[in-house]
């Protein structure tokens, strides 16, 4: 049986995903996955995949759910042999997707999705509904606008016992907003309420799951274009450039923050319009530019408790950007952005 095929194959969540996955990938594709002991007992299994008179071994990692937070790990763990590695997974979402192609990391989601490139082997298929037996996450808070209210909550503790209207402000959403969206954060078990004191429960989790759906429903709704500096010279200032009217986010942001990581893409958050910028910051519009502009949706005023430096965003915005990229680097000033002040605030 196949939880026999590996060390930590007695959990019943991890054999039911495989099962479930070997399944749908031979219905699919023709191929068989045959499970096998492995010569590594602590991982969770061992399988050998064989598409027409192709053959290969892989040592399997398997998820319900790889979320952003997950990739840095999974890249770590890999290493440089991710040839031998095959990540199984009930539900990968599309941008993970991505980073882990980029990272050559093979994958195989439950429902047939997959990406493998091993020698001798390629399987590609990006075009399976996902099964409706995968739980999401629903509800207004994990909509767009309760991410806004989530990042003002998560940015300002002291948001929790504000008046409705400064909540708003903060957050940049409609008033009428917040009681539901404080209630589902009551009901959802994420805050509690002793003796007139409101604390968020669990912090770094509700910043985990942020970051994912940051990424895939709020950030895309945000974007107002690529640039590019308009020339080296440019760019290589760019640090003494009055950021007056916008803030330095991403990797720009973290060098601010840090001095730990020379920036090589930019990422800029504005309230006023494009062509502002491009006047101030001598921009040239470029779909392929290294630097992007997003609108601003927060109140400055989630900036005063940081004591931060004129135009460097909130952290936990800088923090977001920096986890989706795959540079351990980032990932080191990310960790230090996290540590320094994300929390206590």
């Known amino acids: ?89 009930r539900y990968i979402p599309a941008p993970q997707k991505e980073r882990l192609k980029a990272a050559s990391i093979n994958y195989l989601e439950t429902a047939g999705n997959c990406y493998i490139n091993v020698t001798g082997m390629f399987i590609y298929i990006n075009d399976r509904e996902v099964s409706s037996s995968r739980q999401t996450d629903s509800g207004r808070l994990w909509s767009a606008t309760g991410l806004k209210f989530l990042f003002a909550i998560l940015s300002k503790n002291a948001l929790l016992t504000s008046p409705y209207r400064q909540i708003a402000q903060a957050a940049g959403i409609a008033l009428g907003s917040i009681g539901p969206l404080l209630e589902e954060l009551k009901e959802g078990g994420h805050i509690e ?108 005023s989630l900036l005063k408790d940081h004591n931060l430096p004129e135009g460097i965003a909130p952290p936990l915005i800088i923090y977001a950007e920096l986890m989706a990229g795959t540079d351990s680097r980032t990932w080191e000033t990310a960790e230090k952005i996290k540590n320094k002040y994300l929390y206590g605030n």
């Open 193 to 300: 309420s002793i003796e007139g004191s409101t604390r968020l429960l669990d912090k770094e989790k509700l910043i985990r799951r942020w970051i994912e759906l940051f990424h895939v429903t709020l950030r895309p709704k945000l974007m107002k274009g690529r640039f590019r500096f308009f020339d080296k010279q440019q760019q290589d200032k760019w640090k003494s450039l009055q950021a007056t009217t916008f803030y330095w986010s991403g990797e720009a942001g973290a060098d601010l923050l840090t001095n730990y990581l020379e920036p090589e893409t930019f990422t800029i958050y504005s309230s006023g319009t494009t062509n502002e910028l491009i006047k101030q910051l001598k921009l040239i519009p470029d779909i392929e530019g290294n630097i992007e502009v997003l609108e601003q949706y927060w109140d400055d």
């Open 1 to 89: 049986m196949i939880h026999e095929q590996g060390r930590n194959m007695n959990k019943p969540l991890e054999s039911d995903i495989l099962k479930d996955t070997i399944s749908n990938f031979s219905k699919l594709t023709g191929g068989k996955i045959k499970p096998r002991l492995s010569p590594k007992p602590a991982v969770d299994a061992y399988v050998q995949i064989t598409l027409g008179n192709q053959t290969s071994d892989f040592l399997v990692e398997i998820k319900n759910e790889i979320r952003q937070t997950h990739i840095p790990a999974i890249i770590q763990q890999f290493g440089r042999e991710t040839e031998k590695w095959l990540l199984v997974a």
